[in-house]
């Protein structure tokens, strides 16, 4: 079975380093530009664009990178609450005329309550839920090219109507992913993809049953996917090594703040997040080659595969096993990262075309290694 494998773009900013550090990197549209760009050269099937009050806009930034690009699926974040499922389902269909069928949407109910809140959303948790599966409702019948009249306790629409059509039929595909009762009963109704933030192998198997379960008694299938980061180097020692040095600058007053943030959020998925490692550094591998370090400084997804590439890869492959097909993945620099972990582990994958350096720069001229040794000459002669 062939796995899609996506990167990540860093819209909220870039590092070497976690915590405190004098090592950043700002985040710049030729930035993200360069990212989307050798993901795309690499072989990497799309990119994840998300959101939230520190990101860029992720429609804009997609549409910024659309035109750099050939290949690569653009998995833009489309948080419900902020816009008319009316205005989204235009957006939408523009944005994937624009990519010619590129387009995916990763739907975000929330989560952070004060984040929310500076964007004008005072919801609880499940309300936001009951909010999303009402946008989802009528954004969805918009897409397939219905007229739609709609009356909920969060929206209301008549006579709505699509008057241009987005290339994939019914409608680009959604993505989600939540941990909570109410995200899973959004997601066998609603999408097409159900991502997990990476969780030992036994909790990701737990989550893909419930979420088919449900689906099937709605008469639905769901795709599975997972959210993680990398940390790939050629030998395990090195993999582990860099895993240290990533949090090497995060001290213990950083931590013990971030943690209290995320503790007071009504988010599922983050409180299983920080239940992996209880904010303790001896604490970190949480499954086999399964480090919940980056947790430790920031929400969302918060653990990485950690090893050689024959180790991540079988790690993956055992995810894969459970009905993962998708994967979207990230690492610290990304740019870098994205070059990494392709050229080390795209071999290892089904489906995946090997990268390798020859691939993707000339070889030849006076430091050519078939030149020093006089090969090169030989064969012009």
């Known amino acids: 079975m062939s796995l899609d494998i996506f990167w990540f773009l860093p819209t909220s900013g870039d590092t070497r380093y976690l915590g405190k550090s004098n090592s950043g990197r ?13 993901a795309d050269t690499l072989g990497y099937d799309g990119v994840l664009i998300p959101t939230g009050s520190g990101c860029l806009d992720p429609w804009v930034t997609a549409a910024g990178v659309a035109g750099a690009t050939r290949r690569l699926k653009l998995l833009v974040a489309l948080r419900t609450a902020l816009t008319r499922p009316t205005a989204a389902a235009r957006m939408a269909a523009t944005l994937d005329q624009a990519t ?51 009356s909920g306790e969060h929206h209301r629409v008549e006579g709505a109507r699509l008057f241009f059509e987005a290339l994939q039929k019914p409608y680009p595909p959604l993505y989600f992913g939540g941990s909570s009762e109410a995200a899973h009963e959004l997601a066998a109704e609603h999408v097409d993809t159900y991502l997990t933030w990476g969780e030992p192998p036994d909790a990701v198997a737990e989550k893909i049953a419930d979420v088919r379960a449900r689906a099937a008694a709605r008469g639905r299938s769901v795709r599975f996917g997972v959210r993680l980061h990398v940390i790939v180097r050629e030998t395990n020692e090195e993999a582990w090594a860099a895993a240290d040095r990533l949090i090497s600058r995060l001290d213990s007053e950083t931590i ?10 009504d988010s599922v998925g983050q409180r299983r997040m920080a239940a992996l490692h209880g904010g303790q550094r001896d604490k970190l591998e949480v499954s086999p080659n399964l480090w919940a370090g980056v947790s430790l400084a920031r929400g969302g997804c918060g653990t990485a595969l950690v090893g050689d590439p024959q180790t991540v890869a079988t790690r993956l492959k055992e995810y894969a096993d459970l009905g993962v097909e998708s994967f979207v993945l990230s690492g610290y620099p990304h740019l870098e990262e994205a070059y990494r972990f392709a050229e080390l582990v795209f071999p290892l994958l089904p489906g995946k075309k090997p990268v390798t350096l020859q691939d993707q720069v000339m070889t030849g001229g006076p430091f050519d290694a078939r030149t020093v040794s006089g090969e090169q000459g030989r064969n012009v002669a």
Do not use: C
């Open 26 to 38: 700002p985040v710049t549209h030729a930035y993200l530009q360069q990212i989307a760009v050798a």
């Open 100 to 150: 010619q069928g590129r387009l995916l949407l990763n739907v975000v109910a929330g989560g952070d309550s004060t984040e929310l809140a500076g964007d004008g959303i005072f919801l609880d948790h499940d309300a936001r839920y009951a909010e999303a599966s009402e946008f989802l409702a009528i954004w969805r019948r918009l897409l397939a090219g219905e007229t739609v009249d709609f």
């Open 256 to 265: 013990a703040k971030v943690q209290a943030h995320y503790a007071a959020m």
